[in-house]
């Protein structure tokens, strides 16, 4: 049966994954943003549904003439024909019922994005199959997600840490008072790992194990005892395999430099607003979301640097989602922070 209802999808596009919720159900789509192609072609394997975890699961195990694209780059529509096509089978996974109508689409989009960028990734969300495409920001989204005060006659700030950047905002009655993007993510502390691996044992590790040793071991702030672990890879004069032990304290010290830029960007954005937006955000803090976030010890480590409170979304890797959810099921409501 063929219904004339629209349904309501939210979608969070990050160059790492792919998160997508249906209207007020939550999240129903987490996927790697990837596709397997074939190098001849750059067509997608297995008839255009090699994508997300299977293109993922294929990264090691496929042929010379195969590869792993990624639609996206430093948080832009790298190749509109992949990313279209990977976008028509993730709203295949979700769709629920046949409709009429192809479903109503809020997508989050990241701080500083040209309106051509926007125009490209809305041409491949309708391509992919949606009837409409609204846009919000990534980090006013987390925020909404997040359940800050977004809508209401106080400030609130919000700052989304993600795989290649972070996005930060400020709002206040429902619009976006000032907004600051940061080229730090999730690589830049796997690539601080890199590198201070490299000057602490002279040892090459690649940023695959580094990213491994952030999600398992790395915390912004000292977690009860220290501990050690091994880490392997090449001798940087001889090139052969060696194993060295870092301890927790020393990774701990890695990730500083690239979190106290993250906290001099706050910092930064904060000063920019009038002092009552600034005492307003003096007791509301600031609202931690994205994947970074999850860093224990994240919260503690920030709050000390700015001198306000910081707290993590209870659902941070999936925050923008949700909030772009959120828009999508009361688009009315929402209508001013849609871009």
Same mark, same amino acid.
């Given at each position: 049966?063929?219904?004339?209802?629209?349904?309501?999808?939210?979608?969070?596009?990050?160059?790492?994954?792919?998160?997508?919720?249906?209207?007020?159900?939550?999240?129903?789509?987490?996927?790697?943003?990837?596709?397997?192609?074939?190098?001849?072609?750059?067509?997608?394997?297995?008839?255009?549904?090699?994508?997300?975890?299977?293109?993922?699961?294929?990264?090691?195990?496929?042929?010379?003439?195969?590869?792993?694209?990624?639609?996206?780059?430093?948080?832009?529509?790298? *190749?509109? #024909?992949?990313?279209?096509?990977? $976008? !028509?089978?993730?709203?295949?996974?979700?769709? /629920?019922? =046949?409709?009429?109508? &192809?479903?109503?689409?809020?997508?989050?989009?990241?701080?500083?994005?040209?309106?051509?960028?926007?125009?490209?990734?809305?041409?491949?969300?309708?391509?992919?199959?949606?009837?409409?495409?609204?846009?919000?920001?990534?980090?006013?989204?987390?925020?909404?997600?997040?359940?800050?005060?977004?809508?209401?006659?106080?400030?609130?700030?919000?700052?989304?840490?993600?795989?290649?950047?972070?996005?930060?905002?400020?709002?206040?009655?429902?619009?976006?008072?000032?907004?600051?993007?940061?080229?730090?993510?999730?690589?830049?502390?796997?690539?601080?790992?890199? *590198?201070? #691996?490299?000057?602490?044992?002279? $040892? !090459?590790?690649?940023?695959?194990?580094?990213? /491994?040793? =952030?999600?398992?071991? &790395?915390?912004?702030?000292?977690?009860?005892?220290?501990?050690?672990?091994?880490?392997?890879?090449?001798?940087?004069?001889?090139?052969?395999?060696?194993?060295?032990?870092?301890?927790?304290?020393?990774?701990?010290?890695?990730?500083?430099?690239?979190?106290?830029?993250?906290?001099?960007?706050?910092?930064?954005?904060?000063?920019?607003?009038?002092?009552?937006?600034?005492?307003?955000?003096?007791?509301?803090?600031?609202?931690?979301?994205?994947?970074?976030?999850?860093?224990?010890?994240?919260?503690?480590?920030?709050?000390?640097?700015?001198?306000?409170?910081?707290?993590?979304?209870?659902?941070?890797?999936?925050?923008?989602?949700?909030?772009?959810?959120?828009?999508?099921?009361?688009?009315?409501?929402?209508?001013?922070?849609?871009?």
């Amino acid at each position: 049966m063929i219904r004339l209802s629209r349904e309501h999808l939210a979608i969070d596009l990050g160059p790492a994954s792919t998160v997508i919720c249906r209207g007020d159900e939550g999240v129903v789509l987490d996927e790697p943003t990837a596709a397997a192609v074939q190098t001849s072609t750059g067509r997608i394997l297995h008839q255009g549904v090699a994508v997300g975890r299977l293109a993922q699961a294929l990264r090691d195990r496929t042929p010379s003439e195969v590869s792993i694209a990624y639609p996206l780059a430093n948080g832009k529509v790298a *190749d509109p #024909v992949l990313c279209q096509a990977m $976008l !028509r089978q993730f709203l295949h996974k979700c769709a /629920t019922r =046949r409709s009429f109508f &192809g479903p109503q689409v809020v997508c989050t989009v990241p701080s500083g994005a040209t309106m051509v960028e926007r125009a490209a990734l809305v041409s491949a969300v309708r391509g992919a199959g949606a009837a409409s495409v609204g846009l919000v920001l990534r980090s006013v989204a987390a925020a909404i997600g997040g359940g800050a005060p977004v809508l209401e006659a106080t400030a609130a700030c919000s700052c989304e840490i993600g795989s290649t950047q972070t996005d930060i905002a400020a709002t206040c009655l429902g619009e976006v008072v000032a907004e600051r993007r940061l080229p730090i993510g999730g690589v830049a502390l796997d690539q601080a790992i890199v *590198d201070a #691996v490299k000057a602490l044992f002279n $040892l !090459r590790i690649g940023v695959k194990q580094a990213e /491994t040793i =952030r999600i398992e071991y &790395g915390s912004a702030q000292p977690q009860g005892a220290e501990k050690s672990f091994e880490i392997h890879g090449a001798d940087g004069i001889t090139g052969a395999p060696r194993t060295s032990r870092i301890t927790t304290q020393q990774l701990r010290e890695a990730l500083e430099s690239p979190l106290t830029d993250i906290a001099s960007g706050i910092s930064e954005l904060l000063q920019s607003l009038t002092p009552e937006m600034a005492g307003d955000l003096a007791q509301q803090g600031v609202l931690l979301s994205g994947g970074v976030a999850l860093t224990p010890g994240i919260a503690d480590f920030l709050a000390q640097e700015l001198a306000i409170p910081c707290r993590v979304a209870s659902m941070p890797r999936e925050a923008a989602a949700l909030g772009a959810a959120i828009v999508a099921v009361d688009f009315d409501r929402w209508r001013g922070i849609l871009l």
